[in-house]
């Protein structure tokens, strides 16, 4: 079983914990919609990457809509004591699968609260405040009325943490100013490469950041460089593209995501990947060939 520790620690809220975890969006049907084409697999590759030494899991009750955080409660309520789960509000499901906003107090109060029923909770562990601006990258434009409603939430003691999710730098010091920010969750991957400075910012502060689509998302990695290394290291393409994020910073925590208990371990693995300077320097060339 792979030793998730030796990719080291990092605090998220008032816990610490390993930088390797688990993102859920898979979980639910095709286009994240809908019901698991298995039920069975789902709960159970929930179980298995808990008992792999996974102590944190990423989901939001827009996925599915409702249908991952309700798998989440099947499989691992009541939950582990070390368990923190990182949820994240701001937009809707329609009938037709598109995402939609849903940013007004009201609408954020709601998700909450829908988040704490589905989930069986009393209070949520973090909640991430995921912007709407432009759906695919971070647009600027003021957040102060949605992330004052959830520090009201937080001061209600619904919510513990709070982080932000789709953001911009200019964003990340707004919400500051109104209450802490414990992470950022944006795209970010071996190729996409917007937010080194902001990586390094937050990793000066203490704060957590979480690239989503760590993997390419929808569109998967491809590059020849990177399965030229894998091919050297004797591992995958993708192992070596999430080993390549945990070398990057020490604030870097991981959400790789799949409804696969083979790619599960496989994600996993990747914490026990070491890669040399040499190897590292020739895969920041394909982020420097990406810009």
Not at 97 to 112: C, G, I, K
Not at 167 to 189: D, G, K
Not at 242 to 270: F, K, V
Request: glycine content about 10%.
């Amino acid at each position: 079983m792979t030793d998730l520790a030796k990719a080291g620690s990092f605090t998220l809220g008032d816990s610490t914990v390993k930088r390797v975890g688990y993102g859920a969006m898979q979980l639910a049907g095709p286009g994240v919609f809908g019901p698991p084409k298995n039920r069975d697999a789902a709960l159970a590759v929930l179980r298995q990457a808990v008992a792999a030494g996974v102590d944190h899991i990423d989901t939001s009750d827009f996925y599915g809509p409702h249908v991952t955080n309700q798998l989440i409660r099947e499989a691992l309520s009541p939950y582990p004591q070390d368990l923190v789960i990182v949820t994240k509000v701001g937009a809707v499901r329609g009938a037709d699968a598109s995402w939609n906003p849903a940013q007004s107090p009201a609408e954020l109060t709601r998700a909450v609260h829908d988040n704490l029923r589905n989930l069986g909770l009393d209070a949520l562990d973090v909640v991430n405040l995921r912007v709407m601006g432009d759906v695919h990258a971070p647009s600027e434009g003021s957040i102060e009325q949605q992330f004052t409603a959830l520090a009201e939430l937080r001061r209600q003691g619904l919510v513990r943490h709070l982080g932000l999710s789709n953001v911009t730098a200019t964003q990340l010091a707004e919400a500051q100013r109104i209450a802490p920010v414990v992470c950022v969750q944006n795209h970010y991957n071996l190729v996409h490469r917007h937010d080194d400075a902001l990586i390094d910012a937050l990793g000066r502060q203490g704060i957590a950041y979480v690239p989503f689509f760590p993997l390419g998302g929808f569109t998967p990695l491809q590059s020849g460089t990177l399965s030229a290394v894998a091919g050297r290291l004797g591992a995958t393409p993708m192992q070596v593209a999430l080993a390549w994020l945990l070398a990057r910073a020490p604030n870097i925590l991981l959400i790789p995501g799949t409804s696969s208990p083979d790619h599960l371990e496989e994600n996993l693995a990747a914490a026990e990947l070491t890669l040399a300077p040499d190897v590292l320097a020739e895969l920041d060339g394909i982020g420097r060939e990406g810009r």
